[in-house]
């Protein structure tokens, strides 16, 4: 995986990041986490049922609520929008774990009150 990256979308089956492209060029289905660069602690994991680039960033909607929301305040800025995937419980640990273990961003240098 490449290096330095400012943020990495994980799927099932592979990862795509900023050192492959913009968030629009990212595969359309199957996202399950996002790792982001993060300036308090190094990086932040995200997760949730859909993925949103809005207004600079990558943000996670953990439902159909939080993803209108977003929409209705900043979809006219959204540049990427990739659903989530719904795989089985150990696939799903897995991918966090690599996620978290992944070496593209920094470290953590710190516990943020935003990491879970």
Excluded: K
């Excluded at 809005?54 to 959204?78: K, P, S």
């Excluded at 996620?99 to 943020?112: K, N, Q, T």
């Amino acid at each position: 995986m490449p290096r330095g990256g400012s943020w990495v979308v994980f799927y099932e089956h592979g990862t795509f990041s900023s050192a492959d492209g913009e968030p629009e060029e990212s595969p359309p289905f199957g996202a399950v986490a996002v790792v982001i660069a993060d300036r308090h602690s190094g990086q932040r994991l995200l997760t949730g049922e859909f993925f949103l680039h809005i207004r600079g960033r990558w943000m996670a909607c953990v439902n159909e609520a939080g993803l209108y929301d977003q929409l209705a305040h900043f979809g006219h800025t959204m540049r990427a929008f990739r659903p989530g995937r719904w795989i089985e419980d150990s696939a799903y640990q897995d991918i966090l774990r690599r996620a978290g273990e992944s070496g593209v961003l920094p470290d953590r240098s710190a516990r943020s009150p935003y990491e879970r």
